[in-house]
């Protein structure tokens, strides 16, 4: 095998060279001051134009040369990297935001906080961009092991340890099995290419039991990733013990390019011949919901119950990964993924963004109790959060509505009327608990602390986000059609 | 453009009132705006052409063109009285409120603003997607206005609400979407438009549940039945309505409760008519339930709000039993009962709420004798007893009559049984009547260190226009019945091939002009 390495191939993946060098910039500016931290502002703003020229040259990428692939087939650049390369950039932009001011993050030690992050973007961009299982991989492992760093780094000192430590382990478990089913698929197809093998896939689910075998590890490595239940047991610890921004990072960026992952995967139409892997994967999206939304009713820790709802979406979200995996071309159905996770992103990343706002320190834990008498003090933050909890609840005319909508709408087109029963089913659990902090911002009397600090970066960030959950949803049309455009 | 006008003005209100940064006076401004949005709807009855039963003043961009939903709004002899009930109410509960609100004042009143263009949104929209838009929207404000400014136990009440009507709702989402894909198998483009939901032939097996048109019957009639509510799933009302504030109560009994017997009128009945009528004995018997049930439960009810909450299970009762009896009178009271219903249970609420204010406690024993203290406040509740029982000359009458009538045409078995609820009713508002305002004083009376003031001007312009109405509609029907009656006739019989066309008489017009020239 020959390896072709042109100048085109550089070009494509020229986001992630200008996110690796821009990583660097901070950490080598500390070196060359002698240890010595530069202001924090400085780095922030590296960090950030690092990742708007690396979003940038996606665009370009994407509109240039779409669906072209580099590397001897290794990276594609189709929609899927575009439209979710997208959408992590910009969650990890915003978790950076909250990073520069979250007291368990700021200040000592943040430019080796941003090199992690930025080091892990860079993971994010080859996994959304990867075709070949082995490229796969090494996406995960990049993007994980900066992760696991970045937990263990809080200033706060016992639950990030064990979030970590946690993390660490279940996620090598995670990985070993993924890397155990991928050497089944190369010993059955002789290839880890998802290119290669699939066209012949929906066939040799049915006849290889080895194949079968193998995608089935494979698909199980990453519902670890994206918390599918029962493998999501690790969710609610880590997001709770890491630091917030860094629980937001995992909800939305690291989530989103999971699911992209996870997508080009299922969409080689593996599931169309295997009616077994289609049941019990149904099952999971199922379970999944259930389990999410009965848990979190019932919680009191914020962020915790943050987690058990990012768990519910991720079965939502399988809904659609499955629908885009049964359906004749799956454009309909992946579509509607990608706009369910920027929506998710969207009102997750506010949700996680009041819990920050509320952070006095970097040992406090903010219970549901404490947002007593938070929309008497800050009324404005009040009503954005009660629009990220009803959007995410899934109410119009919020966003959170026409994503589930849109999902739902995918399912029932492709028969899956049952799985859209238990979607909707579940909404109406899980409005019990988004509810929740509603009852008791606005119907309680309270005293609700704030940080006393301003944190202006964050708040900017949270009303963005708020208002995009407010518009977005009414005017969501033109960007569907967009984006099932862009897979033509 | 009148149309969307009044869906959104009031939205626009909302904001303006959340950005107004005078407190002191928000009052007032909010009861201007209110009293704008009404003026601006009692144009519609000056455009409305009550002759036809085609859909007017219809406005129509396409939406999301993806799945073919549009923005539509239109009109017609169906919802044209609840639109303009929606916007009688609202300054009327405005201006109820200035002492039963005390606290966050400009929160109360977005969310009454909000809840409007919600309302107002659900009687109009002939688009499903838009309508679900509307109908879950106006549970949002709603839940605040119980949870907020609510009684003891609102919390609760409040989040039972919620759920209950949102689990109701949510199937009827799969069932839109369902037939969405439906009208694009059909016509092989995807359309969520109401009219294209109408010439569906959905097929319908009789004697077995599990068949298409049955089962999306159901998925509507179940969100709608939640709302009205329906015997056995009434149990959010009586907790909603005792614990809401007194404009919360008096806008969920007088309009929240219409939008689930409109949407049977508009929605289930001509988009599933074998289905309706192949279950329309469920609906008799749970109406009959109602009606019985809820009176004899009123009877027992310590609790004045509790007595009228239950007063309304029974009287929604009367409006679906109208609904599914299919003919000309039972549709006809139906709609007159719910328009009926709003004026009289929303007086009474807002009546209850003037005696609350006094004395802080609904307790029925602790009152008597109230009409030697209050003579005032006396005759108004009397009146709006009457109309509440039914007495001729009074509006409920005319409802109640019009039902019974169709009912007995149609089937005399509920009939029979509808019938004692009439009795009922008048027993337990009677009695009600009777312990609070006649016999011994009660300890809230005569409690001399807190003597009691009868109703002050404000309260007075308050009740007026509600008695006003009672008599109007009670001796005058016809001038409204008139702007219903084609839309009716048309619908009780094409109920098997139910259609609605777009007037087009101003684009005739139009043509004609430019003929002229």
Redesign the interface.
Known sequence: MTLNVGWKDLALISPMLVLFFTSLIPITIKVLRGQREQQPLATLIQALSGLVVALGLLIVMGVIAPGTSAFNNSLLFDSITLWMGGIALLGASAAIILMYENPSTQGEQFSELVFLTLSSCLGMMILVSAVDLLTVFIGLEMMSLSLYLMIGMSHEQKLSKEAAFKYFILGSFASAIFLFGMAYIFGTTGTTNILNFIQQASTLVQTNTLFLFGITFVIIGFCFKVSIAPFHAWTPDVYQGAPTPHSAYMATAIKTVSFAAFLRLIATKSLVGSENLFDVLQWLAVITMLVGNVAAILQNNLKRMLAYSSIAHSGYILVGLITAGVSEDGVFGASSVIFYLLSYSLMTMGAFAIVSIMEKNENSSIMVDDLAGFAKNRPVLALCFSAFM?SLAG???FLG?FSK?YL??AA??EGL?WL??WG??N??IS??YY?RP??VM??REGDAEIAPRSLTATTVTLVVSAIFVLVLGVV??PF??AV?KSFL | MILSTIVFLPLLFALAITLWPNERSLRSLALGFSVIEFLISLTLLQKFDPSTASLQMVEKTMWIPRFGIQYFLGIDGISLWLVLLTTFLTPIIILGSWNSIDKKIKGFHACMFILQTAMLGTFLALDAVLFYVFWELSLIPMYFIVGIWGGARRIYATVKFFIYTMAGSVLMLVAIIYMMYLTQEATGQMSASLLDFYQLKIPFIGKQFFSLQTLLFFAFSLAFAIKVPVFPVHTWLPDAHVEAPTPGSVILAGVMLKMGTYCYLRWVIPLFPEAAEYWAWLFLTLGVIGIIYGAIVAMVQPDIKKLVAYSSVSHMGYILLGLFVFNQYGITGGIYQMLNHGISTGALFLLIGMIYERTHSREISKYGGLASALPIFTIFFFIITLSSIAVPLTNGFVGEFLILMGTYQAAPIYSYFAITGVVLGAAYMLWMFKRVFFGEKGELVKDEHHPLHDLSWREITVLVPMVIMVFWMGLFPNGFLNYSKASIDHLVKNKNSYNLVIFENEKKSEVAFRGDK
């Open positions: 009803l109410l119009p005319p509505f909508f739902f709408n029932i087109g009327i859209a029963i909707v089913i909404s109406v409005v019990y509810l509603l009852v606005y119907m969501s049309g569907l059609s099932e």
